[in-house]
Structures are given as C-alpha cells and as structure tokens.
C-alpha cells in the first residue's frame, strides 16, 4: 500500500484521547500526517501530544483544543481552533462516541440527547463543515465510527442502537454526495472494542473485545486505497476462540 499517501495530509481526530482514537492518532502520525486532536481532557490531549513527539514523530504538527461535544458552543469553539491551525483538513475521523446500556423504561430525553449528540449531531456538523475543504482540494477522506449496532439491536440499546443506524445512514449519504469529487466516506462498524468505555458491557467477556489497536489499523488500511477500489462500509465481527 502507498502509505505515502498520508504524508503531509491534515487529519481532524475527535476523541483523540480514546482508546481507538489514540490508536489511530498515532498511527497517522507515524506516516506523517499532521494532527488536529481533540477531547474533553487538555491534560490528557497534551500528554498524547508529548508521547507523539517523544516516540513517533517530531516533524509533524500537532494541535488540539478541548471541547465538550455535546455543546454546540464547544463545536463552534474546536472549528475555529482548526481553522486558525490549520489551512485545511484533508482527513477526518469522527471517533468520540458515547456508549449507553439502558433500557427503555429507565432512559431520559436527557440521555437521547446527549446521545445523539455525540455520536450523530457531532459527526454531521464536521461533515458538513470540512467537506468543504475536501470539495475544494478534488481529496478527502471522512471515517465515521459506526457499531455492530449499527446493523443488530441488543436489548437495554434504544437510544445507542439509533445512534449508530443513523450514523450508517448519515454515511451512506455522503458517500453518495461527495464520491463525485474524490472524497470518499467510510462507515467502519466494529463490534466491541478493549476500551474503558466498553466495560459497561457486564455480560460479555471483555477479553474477548476487539483490539482498538488492529481497529486502527484496519481503519488507515481503509483510506489509503486511491483508485477504483472501495469498502465504503465495512462491518469489523469478534472471531472468538474457544
């Protein structure tokens, strides 16, 4: 594969600081491509900055800005923040996400929305904000994190399982959308990953969770085709061994 590809790109990552954010970071960085990181905690955003530099790479520019994605004051905040640093963004990765066990009769309208704002307002509002540089640039790549979810229910997941069906559909149609400027759009869908966030999840057996690091593997596979060839939406299944 041409990893050359992602040399001297500008990548947007929210939830930067998560287990497969962080997986991800870093391996862009490796391949070159600069940084715009961003998450709820600067000294943990910080501390992923220094650990980039330290034991990756100390060529490329790495910027962040704190925010809390379920405020529409603080996504306005995060875009100005790029736009200062950066003269463009030529990859996003929308990974912050929100994962929720409830069932119908102990879930709020407060939970819904918060919900739905992490994983789909936010997601939407990147979009359509950065896609404009891509449009521009005939370039862009745009990853959404979907969910096993995203395909099958499981009970107690109202509001996270149409969560990540509406981030599949909001996929599917940007994908339509923005395909015939050369920006291609990714749903990738895994199940459950070896994340703090996951350990919610009491009646599965943790161990055998996806490795957020193959994850992001997976995911810079993904973007780094060029041609014809594309795996718009891509469901990433435990093989479990026992």
């Known amino acids: 594969m041409n990893y050359e590809l992602l040399k001297n790109k500008n990548c947007f990552i929210t939830g930067a600081t998560g287990g497969l954010g962080k997986e991800i970071a870093k391996l862009l960085a490796y391949n070159s491509s600069n940084l715009f990181l961003t998450g709820r905690n600067k000294n943990n955003l910080e501390n992923l900055k220094k650990e980039i530099q330290k034991s990756i790479n100390n060529k490329i520019k ?8 379920n405020k529409i004051s603080d996504i306005h905040k995060i875009i100005k923040k790029a736009r200062l640093t950066l003269p463009k963004i030529d990859i996003l990765i929308n990974s912050a996400g929100i994962f929720m066990i409830k069932s119908l009769d102990n879930s709020t309208l407060e939970d819904f929305e918060h919900c739905f704002n992490v994983n789909v307002r936010t997601p939407f509002l990147f979009s359509k904000e950065f896609a404009k540089d891509m449009i521009k640039s005939k370039w862009g790549r745009i990853v959404n994190i979907g969910s096993s979810s995203s395909y099958q229910a499981f009970k107690d997941g109202s509001i996270y399982t149409a969560s990540k069906f509406a981030i599949l559909g909001i996929s599917r149609t940007l994908y339509d959308e923005l395909k015939e400027y050369n920006v291609r759009t990714f749903c990738i869908s895994p199940g459950l990953i070896k994340t703090e966030m996951a350990k919610i999840s009491k009646d599965q ?11 992001a593997e997976f995911i810079i596979f993904q973007i780094l085709f060029d041609k014809e060839l594309i795996a718009e939406e891509t469901r990433l299944n435990r093989f479990i061994i026992k």
């Open 62 to 69: 790495i910027s962040y800005e704190v925010g809390d994605l």
């Open 205 to 215: 057996d943790f161990s055998t969770f996806l490795n957020p690091k193959e994850v």
